[in-house]
């Protein structure tokens, strides 16, 4: 006989419709989620409980049928159980024992009923109201714990006189809350700690991580996020290929094309194949390989192809509209994979076959006509041509320019309305960005014209330390289709061999991007210093002193007070969490951060990134990016890119979780 189940869907007060977006935080939705985290981790474990996470807006009308129409709405097998409050907990375990016929559940509702009220507190004592449950309320308790504080903890998610009491306190029921007397701070705001704990203040690099820390993953709720990933690359397609976003990037975009292929090799490796084979279908004759591929059924875009003028360089393939620079080349590591994920080898086979020439000749590309002086380093001739756009890194490049441009009200224009104000480059920046694109075109595209006078040209650490990468995946990919690997080693190696030299920062103990035109390397505490631990690019001699920079710096590595890794190191004066490629948390960049961390020698630390990235996600759904201190998502949601590396990093934790119990069945065996 089947055992029964109970489905509990959880609507939370987020998500968009239409031109509809929801961002404010939603405490009683956030106490919903700590709960019910909480429960399936403990008291619904092994029950045949399942949870589902939606966000309400983009589903309104499905609760509201069934008379929910207050996020949060907690339903339990389709019927209403409570909206508006987070539920009473005891109450909604007795309701799942009495479906699943449970005695023993039914028993364990005492083990969450109220709490008394704390004993009288003096003035100076601390409390934190929150819940194991919850990410930022875990950051706290680690912080204050790390700075000898004693504090009182009260645990709202079972106690409910604590949220009584944390409502009389506070008006609200947001979680964490750090009360000292009658003041009171919200959220882990670690200098608004300091100030109220009396603790020296910091900015100080954070060598208090404790490695030992890893969000918790719960696998019922890893499995639904995972549907709803697969969900969010189906729904992105459009004409058989997957949209970057599916209002903000309405085309098919370089780099994101190689993670989205990714993520499809772990349940539809036809559609990984249809991707890359629809992303080089636009190479050019010379191998270079655009930026974007329009679609001329897909909603405008600005700047469209008629701002880049891509035919002028008489190498664009016919019926194809594309851009006019390219971005990382990420697509050989990304598909390598196919290798081990693709059930039907002799298929993955075909098809490496079939997209090895293209590979190479992209590759072949970059050392022809992006490395005028034979050094072993690619230039890239835009921002947006690294994929980092507005980086800290390119202020100074682009400061060199200061004509303006025709579409600077076009382009504002577009981010007025499809971005989140203060999230994109400003206007200033924009003119810029436009110049730079209207010099290339003026210049047919001659790269060997354009490389002798163009002022932005740099060499970025990040994109050449992912083509030192991807010329080692290119070698495997050779040495599988029968071609061969020799020259893509030898290249990888003289990448390798000019970033130590040339990039190679000793007074910094790690690797800097370089202004070709000013002579001169570029130097500010981004992440995308470190990459090059991903690539197996760094000497023997030089990984050691980065991991050891990366540990100290500001970039939170294994701390509580981030939800992963920052693109830019918290203690500079213009870090800016909310703002594109200056502050928040990307998933491809802590991706590579991970693999890197882990080709070190610091499992750990990897593992506390890949669980943060899927506890973000599992939590918050799949956005473009994120606030490195309150983890909440930013720019484009449903980002097709942070969909498919969150499927690579659940099949990782899944396969690495199935290996655990293999040992641990095997230790118990002997
Ligand atoms: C310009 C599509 C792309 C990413 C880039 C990211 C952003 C475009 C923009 O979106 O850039 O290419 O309009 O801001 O910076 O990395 O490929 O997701």
Same mark, same amino acid.
């Given at each position: 006989?089947?055992?029964?189940?109970?489905?509990?869907?959880?609507?939370?007060?987020?998500?968009?419709?239409?031109?509809?977006?929801?961002?404010?935080?939603?405490?009683?939705?956030?106490?919903?989620?700590?709960?019910?985290?909480?429960?399936?981790?403990?008291?619904?474990?092994?029950?045949?409980?399942?949870?589902?996470?939606?966000?309400?807006?983009?589903?309104?009308?499905?609760?509201?049928?069934?008379?929910?129409?207050?996020?949060?709405?907690?339903?339990?097998?389709?019927?209403?159980?409570?909206?508006?409050?987070?539920?009473?907990?005891?109450?909604?375990?007795?309701?799942?024992?009495?479906?699943?016929?449970?005695?023993?559940?039914?028993?364990?509702?005492?083990?969450?009923?109220?709490?008394?009220?704390?004993?009288?507190?003096?003035?100076?004592?601390?409390?934190?109201?929150?819940?194991?449950?919850?990410?930022?309320?875990?950051?706290?308790?680690?912080?204050?714990?790390?700075?000898?504080?004693?504090?009182?903890?009260?645990?709202?998610?079972?106690?409910?006189?604590?949220?009584?009491?944390?409502?009389?306190?506070?008006?609200?029921?947001?979680?964490?809350?750090?009360?000292?007397?009658?003041?009171? +701070? =919200?959220?882990?705001?670690? &200098? /608004?700690?300091?100030?109220? *704990?009396? #603790?020296?203040? %910091?900015?100080?690099?954070?060598? $208090?991580?404790?490695?030992?820390?890893?969000?918790?993953?719960?696998?019922?709720?890893?499995?639904?996020?995972?549907?709803?990933?697969?969900?969010?690359?189906?729904?992105?397609?459009?004409?058989?290929?997957?949209?970057?976003?599916?209002?903000?990037?309405?085309?098919?975009?370089?780099?994101?094309?190689?993670?989205?292929?990714?993520?499809?090799?772990?349940?539809?490796?036809?559609?990984?194949?249809?991707?890359?084979?629809?992303?080089?279908?636009?190479?050019?004759?010379?191998?270079?390989?655009?930026?974007?591929?329009?679609?001329?059924?897909?909603?405008?875009?600005?700047?469209?192809?008629?701002?880049?003028?891509?035919?002028?360089?008489?190498?664009?393939?016919?019926?194809?509209?594309?851009?006019? +620079? =390219?971005?990382?080349?990420? &697509? /050989?590591?990304?598909?390598? *994979?196919? #290798?081990?994920? %693709?059930?039907?080898?002799?298929? $993955?086979?075909?098809?490496?076959?079939?997209?090895?020439?293209?590979?190479?000749?992209?590759?072949?590309?970059?050392?022809?006509?992006?490395?005028?002086?034979?050094?072993?380093?690619?230039?890239?001739?835009?921002?947006?041509?690294?994929?980092?756009?507005?980086?800290?890194?390119?202020?100074?490049?682009?400061?060199?320019?200061?004509?303006?441009?025709?579409?600077?009200?076009?382009?504002?224009?577009?981010?007025?309305?499809?971005?989140?104000?203060?999230?994109?480059?400003?206007?200033?920046?924009?003119?810029?960005?436009?110049?730079?694109?209207?010099?290339?075109?003026?210049?047919?595209?001659?790269?060997?014209?354009?490389?002798?006078?163009?002022?932005?040209?740099?060499?970025?650490?990040?994109?050449?330390?992912?083509?030192?990468?991807?010329?080692?995946?290119?070698?495997?990919?050779?040495?599988?289709?029968?071609?061969?690997?020799?020259?893509?080693?030898?290249?990888?190696?003289?990448?390798?061999?000019?970033?130590?030299?040339?990039?190679?920062?000793?007074?910094?103990?790690?690797?800097?991007?370089?202004?070709?035109?000013?002579?001169?390397?570029?130097?500010?505490?981004?992440?995308?210093?470190?990459?090059?631990?991903?690539?197996?690019?760094?000497?023997?001699?030089?990984?050691?002193?980065?991991?050891?920079?990366?540990?100290?710096?500001?970039?939170?590595?294994?701390?509580?007070?981030?939800?992963?890794?920052?693109?830019?190191?918290?203690?500079?004066?213009?870090?800016?969490?909310?703002?594109?490629?200056?502050?928040?948390?990307?998933?491809?960049?802590?991706?590579?951060?991970?693999?890197?961390?882990?080709?070190?020698?610091?499992?750990?630390?990897?593992?506390?990134?890949?669980?943060?990235?899927?506890?973000?996600?599992?939590?918050?759904?799949?956005?473009?990016?994120?606030?490195?201190?309150?983890?909440?998502?930013?720019?484009?949601?449903?980002?097709?890119?942070?969909?498919?590396?969150?499927?690579?990093?659940?099949?990782?934790?899944?396969?690495?979780?199935?290996?655990?119990?293999?040992?641990?069945?095997?230790?118990?065996?002997?």
């Amino acid at each position: 006989m089947k055992s029964p189940t109970v489905h509990l869907t959880l609507y939370r007060h987020a998500g968009t419709f239409l031109f509809l977006k929801i961002r404010k935080r939603c405490e009683a939705c956030d106490l919903t989620y700590v709960v019910l985290s909480r429960l399936m981790a403990e008291a619904f474990q092994g029950r045949g409980v399942t949870l589902t996470i939606k966000p309400w807006l983009n589903n309104w009308w499905k609760p509201l049928w069934r008379g929910g129409w207050h996020a949060p709405i907690l339903l339990v097998n389709g019927t209403v159980f409570s909206q508006g409050v987070a539920p009473d907990v005891p109450g909604l375990i007795r309701l799942v024992a009495s479906h699943l016929n449970d005695a023993d559940l039914t028993a364990r509702a005492g083990d969450y009923s109220s709490q008394p009220r704390p004993l009288a507190l003096s003035a100076e004592a601390i409390v934190v109201y929150g819940s194991p449950a919850c990410p930022h309320c875990t950051r706290l308790i680690l912080y204050l714990e790390a700075n000898d504080v004693a504090f009182v903890l009260r645990d709202v998610s079972s106690s409910a006189m604590a949220r009584e009491e944390l409502k009389d306190s506070t008006g609200s029921l947001q979680i964490p809350v750090l009360r000292k007397g009658d003041q009171w +701070i =919200s959220g882990m705001d670690r &200098h /608004a700690v300091r100030e109220l *704990a009396n #603790l020296e203040s %910091d900015c100080e690099p954070s060598t $208090a991580a404790d490695s030992e820390y890893r969000p918790l993953i719960v696998a019922d709720q890893l499995a639904t996020t995972v549907e709803q990933a697969k969900r969010v690359l189906r729904e992105n397609q459009f004409d058989g290929q997957t949209r970057a976003s599916r209002r903000l990037y309405p085309h098919q975009w370089n780099w994101d094309t190689g993670f989205i292929a990714r993520g499809y090799l772990h349940f539809d490796a036809e559609q990984a194949y249809r991707e890359i084979r629809s992303l080089f279908r636009a190479q050019w004759s010379d191998g270079f390989l655009p930026h974007i591929v329009f679609n001329p059924n897909a909603q405008d875009h600005f700047p469209g192809p008629e701002y880049w003028q891509a035919d002028r360089s008489g190498r664009v393939p016919a019926d194809v509209s594309t851009s006019g +620079i =390219s971005q990382p080349p990420v &697509h /050989a590591t990304m598909i390598v *994979a196919a #290798l081990d994920l %693709d059930p039907d080898k002799d298929r $993955a086979l075909r098809f490496l076959n079939e997209i090895y020439p293209k590979l190479k000749a992209l590759h072949d590309f970059f050392f022809t006509h992006r490395d005028p002086r034979g050094e072993g380093l690619v230039t890239a001739v835009h921002p947006w041509e690294t994929g980092i756009d507005n980086a800290p890194l390119w202020d100074e490049p682009l400061s060199r320019i200061t004509s303006t441009s025709s579409w600077s009200r076009d382009m504002q224009r577009r981010y007025d309305e499809l971005a989140q104000h203060g999230e994109r480059p400003p206007r200033t920046y924009i003119a810029k960005y436009s110049f730079l694109v209207e010099n290339l075109f003026r210049h047919d595209y001659d790269w060997q014209a354009i490389l002798s006078r163009h002022p932005f040209q740099v060499q970025d650490i990040l994109f050449n330390a992912i083509l030192c990468r991807a010329e080692r995946d290119l070698a495997t990919i050779a040495a599988a289709v029968g071609a061969d690997s020799a020259p893509h080693i030898e290249r990888a190696v003289r990448i390798a061999r000019a970033m130590n030299a040339k990039l190679w920062n000793p007074d910094a103990d790690t690797y800097d991007s370089y202004d070709v035109v000013a002579d001169r390397h570029l130097r500010r505490e981004t992440i995308f210093s470190y990459i090059p631990l991903y690539a197996g690019c760094c000497d023997a001699d030089k990984s050691a002193p980065v991991v050891n920079r990366l540990r100290v710096r500001c970039f939170c590595l294994a701390d509580h007070n981030c939800v992963a890794v920052p693109s830019y190191d918290m203690c500079q004066a213009d870090f800016d969490g909310e703002f594109y490629w200056r502050g928040p948390v990307w998933f491809n960049i802590n991706w590579f951060l991970a693999k890197g961390l882990r080709r070190h020698d610091q499992p750990e630390l990897a593992d506390w990134i890949e669980h943060s990235l899927l506890q973000l996600a599992i939590r918050d759904g799949f956005y473009e990016y994120y606030s490195p201190e309150t983890g909440s998502g930013l720019g484009a949601s449903d980002f097709s890119w942070t969909a498919a590396l969150f499927l690579d990093l659940a099949a990782n934790w899944q396969t690495s979780r199935d290996s655990n119990d293999h040992e641990s069945k095997e230790d118990h065996i002997a």
